[in-house]
């Protein structure tokens, strides 16, 4: 990193261009690695220990993060490189992962408040939806398939449980127990080919998830 401030970074995306967007979530910065050159360029969080975390990039080459440490999202417009943050309504909420929508909407999961949220850049609207879970379910990796259905782990549950949300029925799948139990399972991405969705476990294991 060009800045020794810039510790522990985080998670990580490509965008359209074949350059690299990622988070520093100890450092409180989103960065921008240009692939064809190495440079890297970094943006802080005017909010002090933010906690960036998780992140997407959307057609527009925008990208969308979580501020873990606040109520708060973040986007980043890259052509100015400069970053706007945006409350969620509920002062308690912690985001932690992030994801997209064909209707170009932000899908989001609040860790702290068991919560399914979504937010329309177009007319700066949140909406949200308690997950099957509850309030404790504390809702971790998140993943967006090819129908727009959203996929949630529930980590306050023993075993951790996958769980879908379709947004045209507003309503959730059963949940599904993860097998080994999960510990937590932080992170899992929708691999579009095969229809699969891939995630990784505290229990040691790699899982795969067919979707219908």
Request: zero cysteines; a positive charge.
């Amino acid at each position: 990193m060009p800045d020794s401030a810039a510790r522990d970074p985080h998670t990580l995306v490509f965008d359209a261009s074949g350059d690299l967007w990622f988070t520093v979530q100890g450092g409180n910065f989103v960065g921008r690695l240009v692939t064809a050159s190495g440079e890297v360029r970094l943006i802080p969080s005017a909010t002090p220990r933010s906690r960036p975390y998780g992140i997407v990039v959307d057609r527009q080459g925008r990208a969308w993060l979580n501020l873990f440490g606040t109520n708060k999202l973040a986007v980043v417009d890259p052509a100015t490189m400069r970053m706007e943050e945006i409350a969620l309504p509920r002062e308690a909420a912690r985001t932690r992962r992030i994801g997209l929508t064909s209707d170009g909407a932000v899908w989001y999961v609040d860790y702290a408040g068991g919560m399914l949220g979504r937010y329309d850049p177009a007319t700066r609207q949140f909406r949200e939806w308690a997950l099957p879970g509850g309030a404790g379910s504390r809702p971790y990796a998140m993943a967006v398939d090819d129908r727009d259905r959203i996929w949630a782990v529930e980590t306050g549950t023993r075993p951790n449980r996958i769980v879908a949300f379709d947004p045209r029925t507003e309503r959730f799948g059963t949940p599904t127990a993860i097998e080994s139990g999960g510990g937590a399972v932080r992170h899992m991405v929708f691999h579009a080919p095969t229809r699969e969705i891939w995630f990784g476990t505290d229990t040691n294991t790699i899982g795969r998830i067919t979707v219908p």
